[in-house]
């Protein structure tokens, strides 16, 4: 039999609450058994870009909501700073449930990062929720968001700043449109870099939301 993926779990609908309220019952890959909970995607029904990050993080496992931790504090301020309103984005991630290791009993839980089965076991939420919203613009922050959709080998340093497009795959098969697509680095790596690099960091990701902002039809802006 094949593995298990969530595509055995994800119903055929739009609705991104119904979506959302389903993906709390998914058992397409281990993550599900020490996650406190699914955190799906969040924000406007009607988003015209949607961000993608990695995964949830112990704040947002606890809260059921994306980047609502340290790296959604950072995001909020380079959303602002790149001219960009919250309310006009959805934000998700490529893994819907924390994956963590917890070194000693009661210290905190250590993120760890999904490994390719799991995003790809995970990838059907993710495309889903895109056939939900058909935004115009897509932009994937960090590596695993990046590698979901445009493959295993896709290095985000070469391409940032570029306007690319979903490559036509066994999942993204069922997306009848065709958004544009950009990568920048995960916000959380902007807070984990030398502090000497850190501005600099954040200005590239302010930068680099700008041009995917540029990418939207300009009636909309
Ligand atoms: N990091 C992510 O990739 N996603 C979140 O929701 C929080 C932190
Ligand atoms: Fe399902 Fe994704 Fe959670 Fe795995 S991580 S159980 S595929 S929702």
Same mark, same amino acid.
């Given at each position: 039999? &094949? ?18 309220? !389903? ?18 995607? #969040?924000? !406007? ?25 340290? #790296? ?7 959303? =602002?700073?790149?001219? @960009? ?6 934000? *998700?991630?490529? =893994? ?11 210290? +905190? +839980?250590?993120?760890k ?13 993710? @495309? ?8 115009? =613009?897509? =932009?994937?922050?960090?590596? $695993?968001?990046?590698? !979901?959709?445009?493959?295993? *080998?896709f ?7 570029? &306007? ?9 098969? @069922? ?6 697509v $950009? ?11 030398p ?11 302010? !930068?680099?939301? +700008? ?11």
């Amino acid at each position: 039999m &094949a593995a298990p993926t969530a595509a055995d779990f994800v119903p055929d609908t739009t609705d991104l609450d119904e979506l959302a309220a !389903s993906a709390q019952g998914c058992k397409g890959c281990d993550l599900y058994l020490d996650a406190t909970q699914a955190v799906f995607g #969040a924000g !406007s029904a009607e988003a015209e870009m949607v961000l993608v990050g990695e995964q949830p993080g112990d704040q947002e496992d606890k809260a059921g909501a994306p980047f609502v931790g340290p #790296a959604g504090r950072l995001l909020d301020r380079a959303l =602002v700073a790149a001219g @960009i309103e919250r309310d006009r984005l959805y934000v *998700t991630n490529a =893994v819907k449930h924390f994956k963590f290791t917890l070194p000693e009993r009661g210290k +905190r +839980r250590i993120h760890k990062k999904p490994s390719r089965t799991e995003v790809v076991a995970c990838r059907p939420w993710l @495309i889903q929720e895109l056939m939900a919203l058909q935004p115009d =613009v897509v =932009v994937l922050m960090g590596a $695993t968001a990046a590698q !979901s959709l445009l493959g295993s *080998t896709f290095r985000l340093t070469a391409h940032r700043r570029e &306007a690319l497009s979903l490559p036509r795959g066994a999942d993204t098969d @069922i997306l009848d449109f065709d958004p544009r697509v $950009t990568v920048t680095v995960h916000p959380s790596s902007v807070l984990r870099g030398p502090p000497t690099e850190r501005e600099k960091a954040f200005d590239a990701l302010v !930068s680099d939301l +700008r041009f995917a902002a540029g990418l939207l039809p300009q009636t909309d802006r």
